[in-house]
């Protein structure tokens, strides 16, 4: 399948602070990313620079093989969706102009959105299976239905790959489930997908590969059950951890 994300040698930070360096990594259509790593691990600071929010420090981030740097913003957005983290609706929009919202790279900036964008809407709407939430206002969903909501909005803009910063965060444990679950499907739709959690059973659960980072960069990356192994979760959480298989399926085992 055709890569929708690369990144080449790449080094990222902020200015006169380097946080990563080194990287190598390429999402390609229908697969799954987890990154996995420590509080201050560089883990949000990768992502706005994928997404071309901070310059690269070192090599270069491709978008479906065009370097990111020689990009205009309004190209970028049509290719590429972001859901930040801990997103709290401010307005009291319904989830069918929140998710509208996200065609603000195909309308000029003085018109309205058309029928085009509507349809564009209504299908991330229903890609997501959120069609009951369409009319109801952002500010009163769940955290789960409102992370929902956020990623039909990237979807809208049309892009086929999607950077997910933390979905899961503050979640109760059903809607964690349903947000791993959409993921997934979206995956399988031909999505490319990378996502961030602090929760390294979610990348058994809803990811193809894992990139696991530490202070400095990158540690591993391949499989989840390559990467997550007791002695790397040690070396980046500084805990025991067992990794255990139940009814067919590898968890997570904390020792406290």
Not at 134 to 157: H, W, Y
Not at 198 to 223: E, I
């Given at each position: 399948?055709?890569?929708?994300?690369?990144?080449?040698?790449?080094?990222?930070?902020?200015?006169?602070?380097?946080?990563?360096?080194?990287?190598?990594?390429?999402?390609?259509?229908?697969?799954?990313?987890?990154?996995?790593?420590?509080?201050?691990?560089?883990?949000?600071?990768?992502?706005?620079?994928?997404?071309?929010?901070?310059?690269?420090?070192?090599?270069?981030?491709?978008?479906?093989?065009?370097?990111?740097?020689?990009?205009?913003?309004?190209?970028?957005?049509?290719?590429?969706?972001?859901?930040?983290?801990?997103?709290?609706?401010?307005?009291?929009?319904?989830?069918?102009?929140?998710?509208?919202?996200?065609?603000?790279?195909?309308?000029?900036?003085?018109?309205?959105?058309?029928?085009?964008?509507?349809?564009?809407?209504?299908?991330?709407?229903?890609?997501?299976?959120?069609?009951?939430?369409?009319?109801?206002?952002?500010?009163?969903?769940?955290?789960?239905?409102?992370?929902?909501?956020?990623?039909?909005?990237a979807l809208a803009q049309g892009a086929r790959a999607l950077v997910l910063d933390e979905p899961t965060a503050s979640l109760d444990f059903g809607n964690q489930v349903r947000v791993?679950?959409?993921?997934?499907?979206?995956?399988?739709?031909?999505?490319?997908?990378?996502?961030?959690?602090?929760?390294?059973?979610?990348?058994?659960?809803?990811?193809?590969?894992?990139?696991?980072?530490?202070?400095?960069?990158?540690?591993?990356?391949?499989?989840?059950?390559?990467?997550?192994?007791?002695?790397?979760?040690?070396?980046?959480?500084?805990?025991?951890?067992?990794?255990?298989?139940?009814?067919?399926?590898?968890?997570?085992?904390?020792?406290?």
């Amino acid at each position: 399948m055709a890569v929708k994300l690369e990144a080449r040698a790449l080094g990222y930070g902020y200015p006169g602070r380097a946080v990563g360096r080194g990287l190598d990594l390429a999402l390609p259509a229908g697969e799954v990313l987890c990154v996995l790593g420590p509080n201050g691990g560089g883990k949000t600071t990768l992502f706005r620079t994928l997404l071309g929010l901070l310059p690269a420090q070192a090599g270069e981030v491709l978008l479906e093989g065009q370097a990111l740097a020689r990009m205009a913003r309004a190209d970028v957005a049509r290719r590429i969706g972001y859901v930040p983290q801990g997103h709290v609706a401010q307005f009291a929009f319904t989830v069918r102009e929140a998710v509208l919202m996200g065609r603000t790279a195909h309308v000029g900036l003085f018109a309205a959105p058309g029928a085009a964008d509507r349809a564009a809407a209504e299908q991330a709407i229903a890609t997501l299976g959120i069609e009951s939430l369409a009319d109801r206002v952002v500010t009163e969903l769940s955290g789960g239905e409102r992370q929902l909501a956020m990623i039909a909005r990237a979807l809208a803009q049309g892009a086929r790959a999607l950077v997910l910063d933390e979905p899961t965060a503050s979640l109760d444990f059903g809607n964690q489930v349903r947000v791993l679950r959409e993921i997934r499907r979206l995956a399988i739709d031909g999505y490319a997908v990378v996502f961030s959690t602090h929760d390294p059973g979610q990348a058994f659960l809803a990811a193809s590969r894992v990139l696991l980072l530490a202070h400095g960069g990158s540690l591993r990356q391949g499989a989840p059950q390559e990467v997550i192994t007791p002695q790397n979760l040690r070396e980046v959480y500084g805990v025991e951890v067992r990794v255990a298989v139940v009814e067919g399926a590898r968890v997570c085992l904390p020792s406290l």
